[in-house]
């Protein structure tokens, strides 16, 4: 059966693009996968591991870990992350710096989850002691965002400063000593925090992932069909 070019051509260039993105579903969605099992694994290992200013800056060998820290909190230079939304209302994670025993060296603890005050130009009052102390959390990426707007990861002038976007070597800068580039998440059942709701998630389940690869190899077995009658079609006529 003889096959015109350009409608062959086209055929095989869109069936390409068709089983590339199938592909890289399927690949996404084994990356998904994997991604759940670190945080089951991590989650449900009742190892504790003690962080230290020495201890090696490895967010994604560290993430869900349960760690100990030593030190105290910088209550004068505390970071308000806008635009977090709980419970369909919107807020800011309170980040305030813990300044690591033995080193100049501190990691940003998320103390939690507070709503936005009556007024948008007000703050809200995050104070804490700053004295020695022992804490416990996990260890985790700092809140993503969807679209990174231009210099949004500059902190405000003010103290607390506000933030939309979290770059530890920016917020560093502006603190004068060196930040881990995670984030510890305060232990639910310690003081000195807001709302907690700690949970490991991904944007999207690996199973829809699945769905969506098969749905371009649906659109691709479509696309030969129709290709396959157009080609008997022209070949009778």
């Given at each position: 059966?003889?096959?015109?070019?350009?409608?062959?051509?086209?055929?095989?260039?869109?069936?390409?693009?068709?089983?590339?993105?199938?592909?890289?579903?399927?690949?996404?969605?084994?990356?998904?996968?994997?991604?759940?099992?670190?945080?089951?694994?991590q989650a449900?290992?009742?190892e504790v591991?003690?962080?230290?200013?020495?201890?090696?800056?490895?967010?994604?060998?560290?993430?869900?870990?349960?760690?100990?820290?030593?030190?105290?909190?910088?209550?004068?230079?505390?970071?308000?992350?806008?635009?977090?939304?709980?419970?369909?209302?919107?807020?800011?994670?309170?980040?305030?710096?813990?300044?690591?025993?033995?080193?100049?060296?501190?990691?940003?603890?998320?103390?939690?989850?507070?709503?936005?005050?009556?007024?948008?130009?007000?703050?809200?009052?995050?104070?804490?002691?700053?004295?020695?102390?022992?804490?416990?959390?996990?260890?985790?990426?700092?809140?993503?965002?969807?679209?990174?707007?231009?210099?949004?990861?500059?902190?405000?002038?003010?103290?607390?400063?506000?933030?939309?976007?979290?770059?530890?070597?920016?917020?560093?800068?502006?603190?004068?000593?060196?930040?881990?580039?995670?984030?510890?998440?305060?232990?639910?059942?310690?003081p000195d925090?807001?709302?907690?709701?700690?949970?490991?998630?991904?944007?999207?389940?690996?199973?829809?992932?699945?769905?969506?690869?098969?749905?371009?190899?649906?659109?691709?077995?479509?696309?030969?069909?129709?290709?396959?009658?157009?080609?008997?079609?022209?070949?009778?006529?």
């Amino acid at each position: 059966m003889p096959f015109k070019l350009l409608p062959t051509a086209a055929y095989l260039l869109v069936m390409l693009i068709l089983l590339a993105l199938g592909n890289w579903q399927l690949n996404r969605a084994e990356e998904k996968r994997q991604f759940i099992g670190l945080q089951e694994r991590q989650a449900n290992n009742d190892e504790v591991i003690g962080l230290s200013a020495s201890s090696p800056d490895d967010a994604q060998g560290f993430r869900y870990k349960k760690v100990r820290l030593t030190g105290y909190y910088d209550v004068a230079h505390q970071f308000l992350l806008d635009n977090q939304i709980y419970a369909g209302k919107a807020g800011y994670f309170v980040l305030t710096p813990f300044v690591l025993e033995g080193g100049q060296k501190a990691v940003l603890v998320n103390r939690g989850w507070l709503p936005l005050p009556a007024k948008r130009t007000e703050l809200p009052y995050i104070g804490i002691a700053n004295t020695q102390t022992n804490i416990t959390g996990r260890i985790n990426h700092f809140p993503s965002v969807g679209i990174k707007l231009a210099n949004a990861e500059i902190p405000t002038e003010n103290w607390p400063s506000t933030v939309q976007l979290v770059d530890s070597p920016v917020l560093a800068k502006k603190l004068g000593y060196p930040l881990f580039g995670f984030q510890v998440e305060l232990d639910t059942q310690l003081p000195d925090g807001y709302t907690r709701d700690w949970h490991a998630n991904t944007l999207m389940p690996p199973e829809q992932h699945t769905a969506y690869a098969m749905q371009w190899f649906g659109l691709a077995l479509t696309l030969t069909l129709l290709f396959i009658v157009y080609s008997i079609k022209n070949y009778n006529d």
